[in-house]
C-alpha cells in the first residue's frame, strides 16, 4: 500500500499560502486536497490523516481507507457521503517485498499528475479554531501496482473526478466508481531506498535507480 505520495506540481495557479513542494510526502504531514465549496472548486491545505469530530484519541487517525468497508467504518460513513475529495499528487509510493527487504517503487502517469479519491473532515476545538484532515482511499491493486503490491490508491480521471465531486451523485454509486477505477498509473521505477525515511527529501526521492517499466 502507498503511505508515501510525491506532490511537488501545484494543481492550480492559486495554493494556499505556506504551501512547499514536497517529493516525499508522509502521513501526518499538511498535504493540498481539492473539494467543493459552494459550488465551486476549493483548493486547501490539511492533515494527511482524517481526524472526525468525534474523535477522541487523535493517534487512530487513519491516513487511508479501504473502499470496500467504507460504508461500515463509523470513521468514514458521514464523510463518504459529505465531504469527498480529491488529491492531486504528481506520483506515489509502493514497496515491494523483496525476501527480507523492501524494494520502494514510483509511480506515476505518463502524461501528467494523478487525483486520488479522498475523504476529509473537520475537527472543531472549544476555542473556535479548527483543522481540516484527510485520507485517501484504496482499492485492490490492478495494472502496474498489482505487480508490486495487493492495493493501490483509487486513481480518477477526469469524468470520475466529477462524479466522485458531486453532490447529487447517489451514495449507491460510490463504492461501485471507486472499485470499478482502473489504475492511471501507466509507468513506474524504483528509486534510494533512502527515501523510505520520511526525513529524506528533495527531487532525488523520485528519481530512477533501475530500468523503467511502462504499461502495455
Request: with cysteine.
Amino acid at each position: 500500500m502507498s503511505g508515501r505520495l510525491a506532490q511537488f506540481t501545484a494543481p492550480i495557479t492559486a495554493v494556499p499560502e505556506g504551501w512547499q513542494p514536497c517529493w516525499n510526502l508522509a502521513p501526518g504531514k499538511r498535504i493540498l486536497i481539492l473539494r467543493k465549496a459552494e459550488g465551486r472548486l476549493e483548493c486547501a491545505s490539511v492533515l494527511w490523516n482524517l481526524t472526525p469530530a468525534w474523535l477522541r484519541q487523535l493517534d487512530r487517525a487513519a491516513f487511508s481507507a479501504k473502499a470496500e468497508h467504507l460504508h461500515e467504518k463509523p470513521m468514514f460513513g458521514q464523510a463518504l457521503a459529505q465531504r469527498r475529495c480529491l488529491i492531486p499528487v504528481d506520483g506515489f509510493f509502493v514497496w515491494q517485498t523483496q525476501g527480507k527487504r523492501k524494494q520502494p517503487w514510483y509511480l506515476r502517469n505518463q502524461k501528467g499528475g494523478l487525483a486520488l479519491a479522498g475523504l476529509w473532515e473537520r475537527y472543531s476545538l472549544d476555542d473556535g479554531s479548527y483543522w481540516d484532515s484527510c485520507a485517501l482511499i484504496t482499492v485492490p491493486a490492478k495494472g502496474l501496482p498489482a505487480r508490486l503490491g495487493e492495493r493501490m490508491p483509487v486513481t480518477l480521471n477526469s469524468g470520475e473526478q466529477a462524479i466522485w465531486l458531486a453532490a447529487a451523485t447517489a451514495a449507491s454509486h460510490l463504492q461501485p466508481l471507486l472499485l470499478n477505477a482502473s489504475s492511471k498509473a501507466s509507468m513506474m521505477h524504483p528509486v534510494n531506498p533512502a527515501m523510505s525515511s520520511p526525513t529524506t527529501q528533495g527531487a532525488q526521492c523520485c528519481t530512477p535507480s533501475g530500468r523503467v517499466v511502462v504499461e502495455d
